[in-house]
């Protein structure tokens, strides 16, 4: 799995951590702003949202594609013990995002009620995709019952009290970036209600954090003593205390009505929980037992796919600036996707 110069499967495993991390800063707020479809009910404000994120939400997703498809193709024992583990979460997870982007379109084109069922399928397309997806996550900080490299649990393992807590954090978490998104995107009466949704997420979202992080130290011995033990500790303290200076930060933009600066303290706490997370699972892909260099394909498939990856990952990132550079300012009403 190693070379002399470097270690393929590590550079593999930042490479879809940074994918993972890519998509849920970018599907994340588009995935909020379809969960505010809850209490945003006027149907030009719903339809300044969408506009919002029209040119950039396909392009978002991209992102989860070279997740999985990375981790398939890289790491295949992790995919096929995660994939038996967590089959239900993630197979909804991927009908709710067909679903609301089926959605998306047809809302434009209907008329009438239609237009009031497409909404309702988008929001609970969003909604459904960000719970399963801190399903997904609960599932793994909770640790999967393996013998040898087979998955031995049950089928409904992955649902727990801790999984569900998980998922609504998740929930509000990207309800919070589509609320900054909007601060920043929009303007006039609804730009001034989604500070207000941006305040009470914050809210929410800090005080999920602070429960996730003490229930998740119980869940295994090994990740209390990594978060806990000395010298550890030295390492894993400044995640918390980061976290406090962003959250203050977050709160004094808001309150000298910012515009883009709480989408970026937000993006930052998100950072920070991955960064988090990454402490809590380092080196296992499938906690607590299976590693990345375990799961690994063989080297020669690695150093092949690497070439692709050198390739695709920065046309990815660059058709995604461009369209960020390009699709840029205030959405008004009547502006936008028709």
């Known amino acids: 799995m190693t070379t002399a110069t470097f270690d393929l499967a590590l550079v593999w495993a930042a490479i879809l951590a940074f994918a ?9 707020f588009d995935l909020g702003v379809g969960i505010l479809f809850a209490v945003e009910h006027r149907r030009v404000d719903r339809d300044v949202m969408v506009n919002s994120i029209a040119p950039v939400w396909d392009g978002n997703e991209t992102w989860l594609v070279l997740g999985g498809g ?16 967590l089959y239900p979460p993630i197979i909804a997870m991927l009908l709710a995002l067909v679903f609301r982007g089926v959605a998306f379109e047809f809302r434009f084109r209907a008329i009438g009620k239609g237009r009031a069922w497409w909404d309702a399928a988008f929001f609970g397309g969003s909604a459904l995709a960000a719970l399963c997806q801190g399903l997904v996550l ?10 040898g490299y087979s998955y031995v649990g049950g089928w409904w393992d992955w649902l727990t009290g801790f999984t569900i807590l998980c998922g609504l954090a998740v929930m509000a978490g990207y309800t919070l970036l589509g609320s900054c998104w909007l601060v920043w995107r929009t303007e006039g009466e609804l730009h001034e209600r989604c500070r207000r949704h941006a305040r009470t997420m ?26 806990f033990r000395w010298p550890d500790l030295l390492f894993t303290a400044w995640v918390p205390v980061l976290v406090v200076l962003l959250a203050i930060g977050f709160f004094r933009s808001l309150s000298a009505r910012r515009h883009l ?18 402490i809590s699972l380092y080196p296992n892909l499938v906690p607590p ?22 390739i695709t990952v920065p046309m990815i990132l660059g058709y995604t600036v461009y369209a960020y550079s390009v699709f840029k300012g205030k959405m008004r009403a009547g502006e936008g996707y028709h």
Do not use: E
């Open 202 to 227: 914050a809210v929410t979202v800090l005080a999920l954090i602070v429960v996730v992080t003490l229930w998740t130290p119980m869940l295994q011995n090994a990740l209390s003593a990594r978060w």
């Open 138 to 147: 609960g599932g793994l900080l909770q640790g999967i019952a393996v013998a």
């Open 289 to 310: 037992s299976i590693s990345f260099r375990a799961a690994a394909a063989p080297h020669s498939s690695l150093a092949f796919l690497l070439v692709g990856a050198a």
């Open 20 to 28: 993972v991390l890519a998509y849920v800063l970018l599907d994340g």
């Open 70 to 85: 990375g981790l398939f193709a890289v790491f295949p024992l992790a995919y096929g013990v995660i994939l038996s583990a």
């Open 261 to 278: 600066l709480p989408l970026l303290f937000s993006y930052g706490i998100f950072v920070l929980c991955y960064a988090g997370l990454l």
